[in-house]
């Protein structure tokens, strides 16, 4: 009898404690800095998983930009510090790391996700929460109808493909296209579809590409077979550096518009790329004065070109820090300056910029046409 | 159309030499291997590492990652798969699992997680025939497929350690009794497949030209695929299946575009294992026992919880975790309870039935998707939803898997998991009525009689009810005539048909109960989320509910929900060391199943039942 109760007994509290831990897991790790010299933004981004790349060279950015800003004296005094979390840009993990920083009283704005679903999974978090939630790489139009606190930096798929459109336009009549099949590239394909028609442009074959596909060849072949005058490609660097390689391996040698404007794109596809005409915010090559201060700054730092993903993430902190100088280094503050500030300025975004206030998206941004050539991006100047 | 062939022949000669490896791994210890993915990637990022940052030449980095790699499949074999042999085959297949996880997560550490050029050592596009180029690469490789299958076939056939190996895949305990050192054999064979998965990874990095640490978990499901179409087991069904899945692929992919793959490669698995379970070349069945049944009932007795210390544990949870726990540790709780009342309904399936569904995503699916469709889309209220997500789900489930009852073990745990994938792809591609990959953004909270759950907590207590009703109603069902004619086919399938119970319906009607509650539990998680898309169902969350199952007790519900709190929190606890985060929890995973591998709330038998 006694050795039956016993054996209960324990079941009994082997579930409530397993229950009570559970429960308290996060108490520990939620000690909030108080002592008020340092302010933190929050970082929700991908450290593992396909993604890691990215959070990689958004940490190359926001290091650089962060230790300048500390060394000019950080937010009026205040040092200005990261809190990561992993997401692995996957929407069922953005949502407890969003509750979690909504409930760190020293974070006073956040700053990610990589992908627009994995940031406007975590919306709503922050609109109730009401902590800013600056997704600077969600280019989906969707993502700032979160709420007044979901902003974005992001030049929208539209502009992207409206832009896109006229530098195919100036090089083929008739084109292939290969998507990514996720949110991001579908979008992307609907607004080039939209363009291209406007601009006279047939599409002769498209195929979405799965983004955990390895080999292509089979849709590049029917790409190949349509007799395209060019061949566009809507995704990422490392899937576009697979397609570029694929499409000479089977023969097509061609325009081709796809890509990524980051050195590991360049790195990856090689020779195969070299022509390869891409939408960019920012050319290492660009000779304005400020950008050839922060490339420099960034090769010494790094001993590598800076590309796009540096500069978005290298912005994203110098426009919070400026938003909060302006608003005060709090919550609050950060939303007032984002609201108010009118002079904004960063490195791929122009000298001089403010939020439209109903879209919460800078007005008038536009990318630049990108050419590669000797294995480096360059502005070709068009307008 | 010549082309598509080169391409085809080329990318199946790949899938091959992958296939190989796991169809001999399982032929020799009836483990499916899911760490020969990550195997294959660590691979690829070697042979980029001594090639392209220490100027190796090709010969010496092929014998060095053969080498390396076959260490680590010893590794697996010693530290994973062994120490289980005695338990539920299912349990190496999660030890497998987490060695994978750590396997690839500790590459990405050492050697970064980017995408990176792969040195061109060979030519790769040097020969044209039609319109499409090959090169040295590819001809090398393909002799190496050939050379490979020939040598492993002599091996086998004619060498001393070959004719073990075979011997041992036939009946590990007469090898035994007739002096053959089982556990070493296992260990070569480990050792042979994990070589051959590295030197596929050099020659697909070669072929594809960038190479991924993380690149493993597809190749290494496609591999898998490749492995059962040809015939789990035979050495040149793997090769035939490889080549047969690479045509299959590129010609589909030809045809209806890139989006379609995973419906391609993972409808044709369904589509073999409905129409040919034993494959290609091995004649069905193939395998005589079913090695993922009946043995969870011997290994151990379940701890007896009375409705009292349940009730007090709902109290406990209900009342005293949202007044002790912050915000956040409450959203980790919403998670545990979606995920427990999953699997909670799973027990009747795999502890009772004790027939393993591995795919369960699929329902979940089904279930998320339905709730939030009807609420968004067709302004249906949460209550309605819900509950025609539980019928959504258990209806198209059960139509899915009705060809799949008179199959054996192995076989319907495979063919769950390739229609749980073909499920949720399906769903991606319906594009007009579910949004395909945009996803459904604003599903709203809950909502009952006009009351809102819009917090977290809010949310935990109206999961516990769920939960509650949950645990009732299988506790119940287990308890009642139905629980015990479900356990009698569990217990031993054969004796239960011969006692006149309609073993195949009853399986069905298991099945059909867990997708309902599945579908329930989807429904919540997208009401929690507020946004889905078919990534969320993806083939790790079908993986985590078997592993809740296997870790509480196949056939105990509570020990379900134990199981829930434990892998879901640990993750999240873990994030105190993020970038060890993955890797640490994998270890935990490791341990977790190596010393309990009979489930958290399951007593070790005193006598030890040797199956």
Redesign the interface.
């Known amino acids: 009898m006694s050795k039956q109760w016993s054996r209960s007994l324990r079941v009994v509290v082997g579930i409530a404690s397993a229950a009570v831990v559970a429960g308290s897991l996060s108490a520990c790790g939620n000690s909030s800095d108080s002592n008020g010299d340092t302010v933190y933004f929050g970082v929700s981004g991908p450290k593992s998983g396909a993604s890691a790349e990215y959070g990689r060279l958004w940490q190359q950015g926001f290091d650089l930009a962060i230790d300048q800003v500390n060394a000019a004296g950080g937010i009026n005094g205040k040092k200005v510090a990261l809190k990561w979390e992993d997401s692995q840009s996957d929407p069922k993990q953005t949502v407890p790391i969003a509750t979690k920083f909504v409930g760190d009283n020293s974070i006073i704005a956040e700053l990610g996700d990589f992908s627009s679903p994995a940031s406007i999974a975590a919306s709503p978090v922050y609109n109730r929460g009401k902590l800013v939630q600056y997704g600077f790489t969600n280019s989906s139009t969707e993502f700032t109808k979160g709420g007044e606190y979901s902003w974005s930096p992001s030049i929208t798929l539209d502009t992207f493909q409206d832009r896109n459109t006229q530098w195919v336009q100036s090089k083929a009549k008739k084109v292939s296209v290969v998507y990514l099949e996720t949110d991001w590239g579908k979008e992307a394909f609907k607004y080039f579809q939209q363009f291209a028609q406007q601009r006279g442009i047939e599409i002769a074959y498209s195929s979405s590409i799965l983004p955990d596909s390895q080999d292509f060849r089979p849709v590049l072949i029917k790409g190949r077979d349509a007799n395209p005058d060019a061949f566009v490609h809507l995704g990422y660097g490392p899937d576009g550096a697979l397609v570029v390689k694929q499409l000479r391996d089977v023969g097509y040698n061609g325009q081709f518009f796809g890509g990524q404007n980051t050195p590991q794109f360049i790195q990856l596809a090689g020779a195969a790329a070299e022509g390869d005409i891409v939408n960019g915010v920012f050319s290492p090559s660009d000779t304005n004065p400020k950008v050839q201060d922060f490339v420099t700054k960034f090769r010494a730092k790094y001993n590598t070109d800076p590309g796009d993903f540096n500069v978005y993430a290298y912005d994203a902190i110098n426009v919070l820090v400026q938003a909060a100088k302006s608003g005060g280094a709090t919550r609050e503050g950060v939303l007032k300056g984002l609201r108010e500030v009118k002079n904004f300025s960063g490195i791929g975004l122009g000298d001089s910029f403010a939020f439209n206030q109903q879209t919460r998206r800078p007005d008038g941004v536009k990318p630049i046409e990108l050419l590669l050539k000797n294995g480096a991006f360059v502005p070709t100047g068009s307008k | 159309m010549f082309?598509?062939l080169i391409?085809?022949l080329v990318?199946g000669n790949a899938y091959a030499l992958i296939a190989v490896g796991i169809t001999l791994i399982f032929g020799v210890t009836n483990v499916i291997n899911f760490a020969h993915g990550a195997i294959f990637a660590f691979g690829s990022v070697l042979g980029w590492w001594l090639i392209a940052q220490h100027g190796a030449p090709l010969w010496a980095a092929i014998i060095v990652v053969v080498g390396v790699t076959a260490l680590v499949g010893v590794g697996i074999d010693v530290l994973a798969v062994r120490p289980l042999r005695r338990a539920p085959a299912i349990s190496a297949l999660l030890a497998t699992v987490a060695a994978g996880l750590i396997i690839e997560?500790v590459v990405?550490l050492i050697f970064?997680?980017?995408?990176?050029?792969f040195p061109e050592v060979l030519s790769?596009?040097n020969f044209?025939v039609g319109?499409?180029?090959f090169g040295t690469s590819d001809v090398v490789m393909f002799a190496i497929t050939i050379s490979v299958m020939v040598g492993l076939w002599a091996f086998l056939r004619f060498g001393r350690y070959g004719l073990a190996i075979r011997a041992t895949a036939q009946d590990p305990d007469a090898a035994a009794q007739m002096g053959i050192s089982v556990g070493r054999i296992q260990s070569l064979a480990f050792a042979i497949a994990s070589g051959l998965g590295g030197l596929a990874g050099i020659f697909?990095g070669l072929?594809?030209?960038?190479i991924?640490p993380?690149?493993g978990?597809?190749?290494g499901m496609t591999g898998f695929v490749a492995a059962t179409i040809g015939g789990l087991g035979s050495i040149p069904g793997a090769v035939l299946g490889g080549i047969v899945l690479g045509l299959v692929?590129?010609?589909g992919?030809?045809t209806f575009?890139?989006?379609y793959?995973?419906l391609i490669t993972f409808g044709l698995l369904v589509v073999f294992l409905v129409l040919r379970p034993g494959g290609l070349l091995a004649r069905p069945p193939a395998i005589e026992s079913e090695p993922l049944t009946g043995t969870f009932l011997g290994s151990g007795r379940l701890?007896?919880?009375?409705w009292w210390?349940?009730l007090?544990?709902f109290a406990?949870?209900g009342l005293?975790?949202?007044a002790?726990?912050?915000?956040?540790?409450?959203?980790?709780?919403t998670?545990?309870l979606a995920y427990a009342i999953i699997a909670v309904s799973m027990t009747l399936v795999a502890g009772s039935a004790g027939q393993l569904a591995i795919g369960q995503a699929g329902p979940i699916a089904i279930g998320a998707y339905t709730s939030a469709v009807l609420t968004v889309s067709h302004g249906w209220a949460f209550l309605p939803a819900i509950i025609a997500a539980g019928i959504v789900a258990a209806v198209v489930s059960s139509v899915l898997a009705a060809p799949l009852w008179r199959l054996g073990g192995h076989y319907v745990a495979i063919a769950t998991l390739g229609i749980g994938i073909v499920t949720v792809a399906l769903i991606?591609n319906w594009e007009s009525v579910t949004r395909?990959?945009?996803?459904i953004?604003g599903i709203p909270p809950p909502e009952l009689f006009g009351f809102e759950f819009?917090t977290?907590t809010q949310i935990f207590q109206l999961e516990l009810v769920v939960l509650a009703i949950t645990l009732a109603v299988i506790l119940g069902m287990q308890r009642s005539r139905l629980g015990t004619a479900i356990r009698a086919i569990g217990a031993d399938e054969v004796a239960a048909r011969s006692a006149g119970v309609p073993v195949r319906d009853y399986k069905a009607l298991a099945f059909a109960i867990a997708a309902f509650f599945s579908g329930i539990g989807g429904s919540l998680l997208a009401h929690?989320?507020?946004?889905?898309?078919p990534?969320?169902f993806n083939l790790p969350m079908s993986l985590l509910v078997v592993t809740i199952l296997v870790l509480g007790g196949t056939a105990s519900p509570?020990g379900a929900?134990?199981g829930a709190?434990?892998l879901i929190?640990a993750p999240?606890?873990l994030?105190?060391a993020?970038?060890l985060?993955?890797v640490l929890y994998g270890l935990v995973l490791l341990l977790v199943v190596r010393f309990r591998p009979q489930g958290i709330?399951v007593r070790r038998e005193r006598v030890r039942v040797t199956a």
């Not at chain 2, 072929?207 to 960038?210: A, I, T």
């Not at chain 2, 395909?436 to 996803?439: C, K, L």
């Open positions: 082309d598509t391409a085809g990318h997560n990405a970064g997680p980017e995408t990176r050029p790769t596009n044209r319109g499409v180029r697909v072929y594809n030209s960038n991924s993380t690149s978990s597809i190749v692929e590129a010609f992919i030809y575009g890139d989006g793959r995973d701890l007896r919880v009375r210390h349940a007090i544990a406990i949870a005293v975790i949202p002790v726990s912050n915000d956040y540790g409450i959203s980790v709780g998670q545990i991606r395909g990959s945009y996803g953004f819009v977290h929690q989320y507020s946004y889905i898309d990534t969320v509570y929900v134990l709190v434990v929190g999240e606890a994030r105190l993020p970038e985060r993955i709330l």
